[in-house]
Nanobody
């Protein structure tokens, strides 16, 4: 089992920045990748970014490419999501996810992630 705890959400003005953290505990050695998803009010949850745990390979949704950066601190079992140039449409609950089953490349399907955090609210005011 892996437990994920997100932190760092809140309220920010459009154009501002925010950093989210997700700390993993438990059997973290079984993780192949971690990701961030988000769910805006009235919408389905969507993929934001993925980072492969060992190689550090990253992938981004087109909507955040160039504005968001995902990184990891392996020693602290923590993944970060640095969000810059935030827009009101970035408002959502952001979820951290981890997968222990190997799939090649980009993995955007929620069902291929085995562990989820509780989510943290990010609100961007215009």
């Amino acid at each position: 089992q892996v437990q994920l705890v997100e932190s760092g959400g809140g309220l920010v003005q459009a154009g501002g920045s925010m950093r989210l953290s997700c700390t993993a505990s438990g059997r973290i050695f079984i993780m192949y990748r971690m990701a961030w998803f988000r769910q805006a009010p009235g919408k389905e949850r969507e993929f934001v970014t993925q980072i492969n745990w060992s190689a550090g390979t990253t992938y981004y949704a087109d909507s955040v490419k160039g504005r968001f950066t995902v990184s990891r601190d392996s020693a602290k079992s923590t993944v970060f999501l640095q969000m810059n140039s935030l827009k009101p449409e970035d408002t959502a609950v952001y979820y951290c996810a981890a997968g222990h089953r190997w799939f090649p490349g980009l993995v955007v399907t929620e069902a291929r992630y085995d562990y989820w955090g509780q989510g943290t609210q990010v609100t961007v005011s215009s």
